[in-house]
């Protein structure tokens, strides 16, 4: 009992279904329990004013529901086929003042429970508040992996998996107080946004240490800690001055998910004959010629096994996710939203949810995983996009995965006509797809893939020209956790091997590389360097909303401006194994009013911009005077 106990308000609850339980004035009846209330409390003064509560427990619904609070009325109670849960339409009237709220369930006249709701009030600059942008860099990471700040906390009662440091793919103990404990070293850095893979409850047999199998949506996982503590880190990295991104999975919840065993109808999820597979096809969501057979395989086929494909058709589903992305908004102070399996929901669904937070969250941001090849697909989910089929997503971002595959070729590639670093110039001019541009996380790797490094020879020239780039062009830079001290994926490809252990994260670890003095001259260089470009990135406005012009790829030399108002910024690489000195007449429309300028990362300063030597595989970044 004690595992589902996440918040003040269930305690507060069962302390008063116990006093009611064994009250000589109540009538007890076994045949009626109460289990959960969802969302567990809410707020005043939302622009939309509804608010529907699951409330599950055996035989709930053949209970009658009364509220006395001022301003809160139930406008209507949904029963569903299965008779252990209850959904109830609330109306938060303009004005309702912040409070308790208590919800009395009777029986032939007898109350049998009663439930304290909090309506809280929300905090001053809670609508108003700045998601994520291009003025930031995101550092991705995945807490069962990054930092064990709490061993105590490895195995938890009523978890079903233990910790396995010695399996790659089992849980190696990782927890919100390991991020809690390295803050400054993310700040430090240089990134301004925390993007953590999921934190909620995976209470699965095996693989739960990712976190994409959500077994409960209100509750931190408690290997990883509680929801106090979540709370809490998201305020210290506020006090950094950073942001936080939530990931969330609205897809597929986990086969240990706990409706799963009791569904409040036979819809809540896309039910087949037998176990049916998504192809992963995510084309089929806006190919013009899809087969409606292989659109409702897609959309409607389960990720996997253990992760059941959830019908955002059902009115209560989508209710209750839109209710649980707001929910975590509010509670936690969020920044932004990343959504995993973008494409794999349904569609319509989905800008219901987009379009539900941007009436509470007007410059909030969210970035859906969109894991497609081409320009044009990924497009077509950002939100204000010009579909033929009118479609809007309202989904304000979206990974830049076409960039990432250019981005993994062009530093490893012989320099051709359309190879090498033509690449990140030919993606660059399919812009013209996207509505916003700007709003593109770009990113050189992430959890899903094998590091950057591994597929380059461990060549960290290449690694360091991939992120000059990421941080110069336009967009969002997305960084993953321990690329910045040469972590590498390995020649074991698999997906445990893509998110080892941070060295240094566990106590004992020999070698730590969450400080200077216990990194290694090599993982010191490169981190340095990564250090040098975030922290100037921080101030460049220039680079953060700077418009962009580039000229074509030559010899393997490519050169790009970001530029605004105020400043100019010239980036140029040369993508050849041995140095090359350039005439820059041909970028004379932007060098003409310069004659100076200051090299970033070395910080040398260049008197004369006429002709600029390049080391090989290497990448100036010039503010020019
Ligand atoms: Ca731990």
């Known amino acids: 009992m004690i595992d589902n106990i996440y918040n003040n308000q269930l305690i507060r609850f069962r302390l008063i279904f116990l006093f009611v339980l064994f009250s000589p004035f109540a009538i ?15 707020w005043t003064g939302f622009i939309n004013t509804d608010l529907q509560l699951l409330v599950y427990g055996k035989n709930i619904s053949t209970t009658t529901v009364s509220i006395d609070y001022p301003g809160l009325i139930i406008r209507k109670i949904n029963k569903l086929s299965n008779p252990n849960y209850l959904f109830l339409d609330l109306t938060v009237g303009k004005g ?3 409070g308790i709220a208590s919800f009395q369930f009777k029986s032939k006249g007898k109350v049998i429970a009663k439930y304290l709701y909090e309506l809280k009030g929300r905090k001053k600059g809670s609508a108003t508040r700045h998601g994520f942008s291009a003025s930031d860099v995101l550092y991705l990471l995945m807490p069962d992996r990054f930092a064990n700040g709490d061993p105590s906390n490895d195995n938890m009662p009523g978890m079903i998996e233990t910790v396995d440091r010695a399996n790659k793919d089992g849980r190696h103990g990782g927890d919100i107080k390991g991020i809690a404990d390295h803050l400054d070293y993310i700040r430090d850095l240089g990134a301004t946004a925390i993007w953590i893979n999921p934190l909620v409850e995976n209470n699965q047999k095996v693989y739960s240490y990712h976190g994409y199998s959500t077994t409960d949506y209100y509750k931190i996982d408690p290997r990883f800690g509680t929801n106090d503590d979540y709370v809490k880190l998201c305020d210290g990295i506020h006090q950094r001055g950073m942001k936080v991104i939530m990931d969330m999975i609205f897809n597929h919840c986990g086969s240990g998910h706990w409706w799963m065993e009791d569904l409040p109808s036979a819809d809540w999820v896309n039910e087949w004959p037998e176990f049916t597979r998504t192809n992963y096809r995510a084309g089929t969501a806006s190919d013009p010629y899809a087969s409606a057979a292989d659109s409702n395989v897609f959309v409607r086929g389960w990720f996997d096994k253990t992760m059941p494909d959830m019908n955002q058709h059902n009115p209560f589903v989508i209710n209750y996710l839109i209710q649980n992305s707001i929910w975590w908004i509010e509670y936690a102070g969020l920044d932004g ?40 697909s990924v497009a077509y989910w950002q939100k204000d996009a010009r579909n033929k089929d009118g479609y809007n997503s ?23 006509w359309n190879t090498g670093i033509l690449r990140l110039y030919d993606i660059l001019t399919q812009d013209l797809s996207y509505a916003n541009p700007s709003n593109l996380v770009v990113f050189a790797e992430n959890h899903d893939v094998n590091r950057f490094l591994d597929s380059q020879n461990i060549d960290t020239r290449k690694f360091k020209m991939a992120m000059a780039f990421i941080l110069t062009t336009r967009g969002i830079p997305q960084l993953y956790y321990g690329s910045e001290v040469l972590m590498s994926t390995g020649t074991d490809k ?7 252990d941070f060295p240094g994260g566990w106590p004992g670890d020999p070698h730590n590389a969450f400080t200077s003095q216990g990194r290694t001259d090599t993982e010191n260089d490169m981190y340095d360097y990564l250090h040098r470009l975030l922290q100037w990135r921080k101030s460049k406005e220039v680079i953060h909303s700077g418009k962009l012009r580039h000229f074509i790829p030559r010899d393997g030399i490519y050169a790009y401006f970001r530029y605004n108002a105020k400043e100019v910024v010239m980036v140029v690489m ?24 200051t090299e970033v990362i070395s910080g040398s300063s260049i008197k004369d911009l006429s002709k600029l030597t390049l080391a090989g595989k290497s990448v100036m970044i010039i503010e020019l005077k």
Not at 341 to 366: C, L, S, V
Not at 394 to 416: R, T
Not at 494 to 500: A, E, I, N, P
Request: aromatic share 16%; hydrophobic share 30%.
């Open 494 to 500: 698999g997906d445990g091997c893509k998110r080892k």
């Open 96 to 98: 309702t003042r912040p």
């Open 394 to 416: 309202w989904l304000p971002s979206v990974f830049d995965f076409p960039m990432y595959d250019a981005i993994g070729k062009a530093f490893n590639e012989k320099d051709g």
């Open 337 to 376: 939203i990343r959504h995993d399996t973008h494409p794999y929901a349904f569609k319509d669904m989905m800008a219901e949810w987009g379009k539900r937070i941007a009436q509470e969250y007007p410059d909030f941001n969210m970035v859906g995983e969109c894991w497609m090849n081409f320009p044009a």
């Open 28 to 42: 007890y009846s076994q045949e009626i329990t109460l289990e959960r209330v969802e969302p567990p409390f809410w």
């Open 574 to 597: 040369n993508n050849n194994e041995e140095a090359k000195t350039i005439d820059t007449e041909r970028y004379k429309e932007f060098l003409k009013k310069y004659k100076a300028g």
